[in-house]
């Protein structure tokens, strides 16, 4: 099974951006599909982008979408998620998927205003 491992999280202010990069092993990372998900304090961990194995699926939950992009690179086994125009709503765990099985450790994104 594909190991994850998610980077990129931090503190920044309203409006600003922050790139998650969710690195995995093993050589069938290009024949996955993956995705981000995040989970607020209190919430459940919802759907926030995917795309599938060749790119040419992509998919964005309503409230990211036009800031939001998500984007793979297969030669390095990772996906990444741009994230522009961020709110303080957009606070939370973000997960990285691949499959709909293999899961990250997780990195935490905060947004002060």
């Known amino acids: 099974q594909v190991q994850l491992v998610e980077s990129g999280g931090g503190l920044v202010s309203a409006g600003g951006s922050l790139r998650l990069s969710c690195a995995g092993s093993g050589r069938s990372f290009s024949s996955y599909s993956m995705g981000w998900f995040r989970q607020a304090p209190g919430k459940e961990r919802e759907f926030v982008a995917a795309?599938?194995?060749?790119?040419?699926?992509?998919s964005y939950e309503d409230s990211v979408k036009g800031r939001f992009t998500i984007s793979r690179d297969n030669a390095k086994n990772t996906v990444y998620l741009q994230m522009n125009s961020l709110k303080p709503e957009d606070t939370a765990v973000y997960y990285c998927n691949a499959d709909g099985t293999a899961w990250g450790q997780g990195t935490q994104v905060t947004v002060v205003s």
């Open positions: 795309m599938d194995e060749n790119g040419a699926k992509i």
